[in-house]
């Protein structure tokens, strides 16, 4: 399995609270990728990274922000948390595509966040 | 940018009967597909992946897909299926550097 961790896994917060989700990798891939999982929605991506301090916007990063400072971590924040961000966040990752690589990406465990 | 539908929402299949799920994909000249397996309160695992060569592509857990240019189809398959491939099942497909999914297929096992 690769190496990817998120944290907290579980979460419980009040709307308007801002929220700060990890993704921790040992695996030096250049990609990561957040995304929610809603039913009947599947994946939607929030915002990914493509390198230290590069990141761009997924189809719904309303309401959302990242950053990443160093290749292992990246981190996902509500500003000012709200019930429709009440959803299971999956971390991802990716190698740089080539060299036999097929833009396949590795999943972490989740974190399920209610906003109460 | 492509995208992928899974009409099935739900299927439900007996055991030791064979699993077909269904995954179209919208035009592209060169799709690279991918089916992902999720357990119940796990992550996405990769259960297999299509960008070139021979159209049927074989995975873990005994799963193949084949792809079909002229049906713009990616559909999974299973000969036998097992109680422990109750699972919700998701299609990809390659949008520059990142993934589009479909809504996802779940699969219930009978015994």
């Known amino acids: 399995d690769a190496g990817i961790t998120q944290s907290p896994r579980h979460k419980v917060t009040e709307t308007g609270t801002p929220v700060t989700l990890r993704c921790h990798q040992t695996e030096n891939h250049r990609y990561m990728y957040w995304y929610r999982q809603d039913p009947g929605h599947g994946l939607r991506l929030i915002h990914y990274?493509?390198?230290?301090?590069?990141?761009d916007k997924g189809e719904v990063s309303d309401g959302y922000s990242v950053s990443r400072s160093k290749t292992e971590d990246f981190l996902l924040t509500l500003e000012s948390a709200t019930s429709s961000q009440t959803s299971v966040y999956f971390c991802?990752?990716?190698?740089?595509?080539?060299?036999?690589?097929?833009?396949?990406?590795?999943f972490g465990p989740g974190t399920r966040l209610t906003v109460t | 940018a492509q995208s992928v539908t899974q009409p099935d929402i739900h299927i439900t299949v007996s055991e030791g009967a064979s699993l077909e799920l269904r995954c179209n994909y919208s035009?592209?000249?060169?799709?690279?597909l991918f089916w992902y397996v999720q357990s119940p309160g796990q992550g996405l695992q990769l259960l297999l992946k299509y960008f070139s060569g021979d159209t049927l592509v074989q995975g873990i857990k005994g799963f193949e897909a084949e792809f079909k240019r002229s049906q713009s189809s990616f559909n999974l398959r299973k000969p036998s299926v097992h109680w422990s491939d109750a699972a919700e099942y998701f299609c990809?497909?390659?949008?520059?550097?990142?993934?589009?999914f479909g809504a996802g297929t779940t699969v219930t096992v009978r015994a």
């Open positions: 991802a990752i990716s190698e740089f595509p080539g060299g036999g690589s097929s833009y396949e990406q590795y």
């Open positions: 035009y592209g000249a060169t799709p690279y």
């Open positions: 990274s493509y390198g230290v301090k590069d990141t």
């Open positions: 990809a497909v390659r949008n520059d550097y990142k993934l589009s």
